[in-house]
């Protein structure tokens, strides 16, 4: 199956910094990606949907200017969490899907981010 | 709209019995159905995925379900449940109509425990 990458896997940074987290399709072109957030013991929700070249769209509750999504390959899509605090730790999950709406979307490892 | 309500946040099952996960969606329009596994810190993997094809989907590792538009449901099944299949175990429902814009929504998940 396709592979999806996440970089980094986990990553410790102090509140009030900037944290970039990159999701890479690996061996296909993914036009649609996915960013989800996941709390402990709980479901994926999703955050924001990005397409290729386009402006990200985000899901009702999530700050724009606080998670900053960047798609501006076919391959790769980043996650910037600006400014980040303490209740911004969670597990940051990506996934992408090739041209086709039919197609599966493969999700990536995910991130692991812990504000102090 | 869509919706995911999975029954049982935890299901515990006997190694070799029969493995049962319970999910029923909720979709205005002909939904896509899919079961993803969860490991510890990991990413979601796909087990299977209903795509309006046949109403019986066979995934990877032994798993199947049966979609059952009459009950509005989805539910996996193993015949023989092993140590290895504890985990996580997401259903989820895609049912947009836009290319390029499809989105998941998960339900809340059910921990499944396989008792030695």
């Known amino acids: 199956g396709a592979v999806v990458s996440q970089h980094p896997s986990r990553v410790i940074c102090k509140s009030g910094t900037s944290v970039k987290i990159e999701c890479r399709s690996l061996?296909?072109?993914?036009?649609?990606m996915f960013w989800y957030r996941q709390f402990p013991k709980q479901s994926l929700m999703l955050m924001a949907t990005?397409?290729?070249?386009?402006?990200?769209?985000?899901e009702q509750g999530v700050e724009k200017d606080k998670f900053l999504i960047n798609h501006a390959s076919l391959t790769l899509s980043t996650l910037t969490v600006t400014s980040a605090h303490p209740e911004d730790s969670s597990f940051y999950i990506c996934?992408?899907?090739?041209?086709?709406?039919?197609?599966?979307?493969?999700f990536g490892p995910g991130t692991r981010l812990t504000v102090l | 709209a869509q919706s995911v309500t999975q029954l049982g946040s935890h299901v515990s099952v006997s190694e070799g019995a029969l493995v049962l996960l319970r999910c029923n969606y909720s979709?205005?329009?002909?939904?896509?159905l899919f079961w993803y596994v969860q490991y510890p810190n990991q990413g979601l993997q796909l087990l299977l995925k209903?795509?309006?094809?046949?109403?019986l989907v066979k995934g990877i590792n032994g798993f199947e379900a049966e979609f059952k538009k009459s009950e509005t449901s989805f539910h996996l099944t193993k015949p023989s449940a092993h140590m290895s299949d504890a985990a996580e175990y997401f259903c989820?429902?895609?049912?947009?109509?836009?290319?390029?814009?499809?989105?998941?929504?998960f339900g809340t998940g059910t921990r499944l425990t396989i008792i030695p």
């Open positions: 996934s992408a899907r090739g041209r086709s709406f039919t197609d599966t979307q493969y």
């Open positions: 061996d296909f072109q993914a036009t649609t």
């Open positions: 990005s397409n290729e070249g386009s402006k990200a769209t985000y």
């Open positions: 979709s205005s329009v002909p939904p896509y």
């Open positions: 209903y795509t309006s094809a046949a109403t």
């Open positions: 989820a429902v895609s049912a947009g109509t836009n290319f390029g814009n499809e989105k998941l929504t």
